[in-house]
Every structure is written in C-alpha cells, then in structure tokens.
C-alpha cells in the first residue's frame, strides 16, 4: 500500500514526479532500515483510520546530525483527504516530536502550489518561515515553522 502512494500521479503532483514500482518498492524498503535506526534519520510512520483500521497514508520527521529541529512531511491516499485524518495525524506527530523528542522547532516545506498543506499546517499553529538559508530555499516552496513549547 505505502509503495502505491509514489506511483499515483494525482498525489505526487505537487511532491515530484511518481516513481515506478520498482523504484517505490526500494523507497519503502529505505524507511523500513531507517526506522530500524536510532536518531538522527528520517522515520516514517503509517497512518491508518482509527475506526476501521485502513491505510490511509505515511508521515515522517526527518531529522539531521547536529541540530534539535526536524522536517515533517505526509502523503495520504486519496480516499483519506478532507476527512480529517491529516490534521490529527500530523498534529500528534509534530506534538510527539516536540514534547517525547525534545525537539526545538518543526519545519514544513511544501510547494506553493499545495494550498491544502498550507491550511493544513496553519491550523496547526506552523507559521511561514521569515528564514531559510539561502542555499536551501527555493522559491517555488513554502517554508512554515514550528517552535517548541
């Protein structure tokens, strides 16, 4: 199921182009060795319906060597957009991440094209990003922030 989300050209229109399934086979091989891995790495969790149990999508933290921030992300099935399930999904992950891991800040990137994610993260309290380095932005993506409690 994870694997299938990398093939669909409607999810991955706004993320990247969608791979084979050759190619999201190995992806979804790399998250389960990193999530075997101790921090700093990026863990992908699934998300599943709270009342019938489904798949409805992953998320992740992405956290670098060094400093006490990390990238989240989450791509949901189709069927699972609107009903919710990004809003707790990535709220209890962001709130995971900054009270259970300590974490000072959470940061989203997302292309700007994405409004969804936009209000999505902004009615989770993110708040667009006043700095990126300058050799990391890229103005075709939004950056949203997430500082710890």
């Given amino acids: 199921m994870t694997a299938a989300l990398y093939q669909d050209s409607k999810i991955m229109r706004l993320i990247g182009n969608p791979l084979s399934e050759a190619k999201s086979s190995a992806v979804v091989s790399q998250f389960l060795k990193n999530n075997q891995k101790p921090w700093p790495v990026q863990k992908v969790w699934a998300i599943t319906s709270a009342d019938s149990n489904t798949f409805c999508g992953i998320q992740m933290l992405r956290k670098e060597a060094g400093i006490n921030e990390a990238e989240i992300g989450i791509i949901l099935r189709r069927e699972a957009n609107g009903r919710g399930v990004a809003v707790e999904a990535m709220g209890a992950l962001a709130h995971f991440g900054l009270s259970t891991l300590g974490l000072t800040a959470i940061t989203a990137t997302f292309d700007k094209k994405h409004l969804a994610t936009k209000r999505l993260v902004t009615k989770l309290g993110f708040e667009e990003s006043t700095f990126v380095e300058?050799?990391?932005?890229?103005?075709?993506?939004?950056?949203?922030?997430?500082?710890g409690y």
């Fill in 134 to 147: 300058p050799k990391k932005a890229d103005s075709r993506f939004f950056y949203y922030h997430l500082k």
